[in-house]
């Protein structure tokens, strides 16, 4: 007989690869998810695609560490948690397919198709930081106890991260649809940027804060 914690081990680590296979895939879509042109020079023409594809590929590897980092500190597979890992995989395979969405829109569509393009893209990425956030404190509530304080401050400042970046990233692409639709993507970019380094320093803020020892009133 196989006990609990053998079984739920074994499910994790199965889970933990069901999710490699998801973000694989998900990287191979995102090369097919590139055109190719009738001329080789077109390329150069239009730089939409490079760009939009090293952000992506970037940010999909950045998710597959944060992935790993979560399967091998924190996570426990209760069914909320478990239900939000495959919500953030589902979302992982609709950002490459808002990301195919949002370069025809460059090609083929005009100014209005751009910025809604881009919503959908952005409003599917804040849904992935918000899910990622809920994980990882799932994980650090259940396992606070054992983990070392450097998990643990990592774990916060991630949670902070991804808690921050994701209302932030709302709230960008209501204002930035405003502006041109040509820069829509890139000043979201900065905000994605901003709202990671500033979810950064205020998870370390609190982790210091809780670390230091109150002084005793006199």
Not at 56 to 62: D, E, H, K, L, M
Not at 75 to 83: A, D, G, H, K
Not at 173 to 198: C, D, E, H, R, W
Request: charged letters at 15%; glycine letters at 6%.
């Amino acid at each position: 007989m196989i006990d609990q914690p053998e079984r739920d081990e074994y499910f994790v680590r199965r889970l933990e690869d069901f999710g490699d296979v998801v973000i694989g895939f998900s990287l191979a879509l995102l090369a097919l998810s590139l055109a190719v042109p009738n001329h080789a020079a077109m390329l150069l023409q239009n730089v939409e695609w490079l760009v939009a594809y090293v952000w992506t590929f970037s940010i999909v590897c950045a998710m597959w560490g944060a992935h790993y980092w979560t399967f091998r500190h924190v996570f426990v597979p209760t069914r909320l948690s478990v239900v939000l890992n495959y919500a953030k995989l589902g979302l992982i395979v609709l950002l490459i397919y808002t990301l195919q969405v949002l370069l025809r829109a460059f090609d083929l569509g005009n100014a209005r198709d751009i910025i809604v393009a881009n919503q959908l893209y952005w409003v599917c990425l804040s849904l992935y930081m918000a899910t990622t956030a809920m994980l990882l404190a799932i994980g650090l509530r259940v396992r606070h106890a054992s983990l070392t304080p450097t998990i643990t401050r990592n774990c916060i400042s991630r949670i902070w991260r991804a808690g921050i970046s994701a209302p932030l990233i709302l709230v960008g692409i209501f204002v930035t649809a405003k502006g041109p639709a040509q820069a829509m993507a890139t000043n979201m970019a900065l905000v994605v940027v901003a709202g990671s380094l500033v979810g950064r320093w205020i998870g370390r803020r609190v982790t210091r804060a809780s670390e230091t020892p109150h002084q005793p009133a006199r």
